[in-house]
């Protein structure tokens, strides 16, 4: 707000020092101002007094339409500006993306899944099955999920603690769909699924605490604890990191997108 204040100044000035003329004379000086700070490229100040000319002088229609021409070469002119910068960026990230993956492995049922989820190479479920532990995975666009493993007597637990020290922090208590537990040869066995929404800042605690002595409490009609191994406090920091990547990537081919299609959409406007 403070870089308006000079501008609301100005207007203000100007329209004072302008007694005695018309609306659509005043109208015109305010467009003139706002063509002057857009040739300058102060599209801010420009953006403001186009606001001001439709705000104060809703029926001055002809000034209305040359002041809606300029706010569209001024869009024109911030895409124009931004387009490359996140074109470089996403690059950027893209190569970055290309490194961090070596160290996943992508997993998607065609049949069931129209995004797919990268998974720690260390963490694959079928290397994992005789433990209790919890795997952190992404999706594609950078969604976080942790899939916590139990086998021993039965727990029913629908939530997680992680704590170091008197430190903690702990997930939602996931509904009973999310649940599932069965018995497998006399063995109990329970999977709980921790989707993006329910994780709270369970696992950014365990990715800032690699180094640190982290425990792990299931929450059930019973609780369960057992300490992280450093393997998977190290797959909780990289799964974190490539989901904030993804997350980044995601929302900038997005921007993109809206960007290329209000070009189109401006191209007849400008014409």
């Known amino acids: ?80 500006r931004n387009l490359p910068y996140i074109d470089s960026v996403l690059m950027v990230k893209t190569e970055e993306f290309e490194v961090q993956k070596k160290l996943f492995r992508f997993e998607k049922d065609d049949k069931y899944q129209d995004v797919g989820n990268f998974v720690i190479k260390s963490q694959k479920t079928e290397a994992n099955v005789d433990r209790n532990y919890v795997k952190p995975y992404t999706d594609e666009n950078g969604n976080f999920y942790v899939m916590s493993y139990y086998i021993g007597s039965k727990l029913q637990h629908n939530a997680l603690r992680a704590n170091v020290g008197e430190l903690f922090a702990e997930t939602e208590t996931v509904s009973p769909a999310d649940v599932h537990e069965y018995n497998d040869g006399g063995v109990h066995r329970e999977m709980v699924l921790f989707r993006n929404d329910m994780l709270g800042g369970f696992p950014q605690f365990i990715a800032e605490n690699e180094a640190e002595k982290v425990k792990i409490t299931l929450l059930g009609t019973r609780s369960y604890s057992y300490f992280l191994p450093q393997s998977d406090k190290e797959a909780f920091l990289k799964t974190f990191r490539l989901s904030s990547l993804l997350k980044d990537m995601c929302e900038m081919r997005l921007q993109q997108k809206k960007m290329q299609l209000r070009q189109l959409q401006l191209i007849p406007k400008l014409q």
């Open 1 to 80: 707000m403070k870089n308006l204040k000079p501008i609301i100044g100005i207007l203000a000035v100007l329209l004072a020092a302008c007694g005695g003329l018309t609306d659509e004379q005043l109208s015109q000086k305010l467009l003139e101002e706002a063509q002057v700070h857009f040739a300058k490229k102060e599209v801010n100040a420009a953006k403001l007094l186009i606001d001001s000319i439709h705000t104060t002088y809703p029926k001055i229609v002809k000034t209305r339409r040359m002041a809606d021409t300029l706010s569209w070469r001024i869009e024109q002119f911030e895409i124009d």
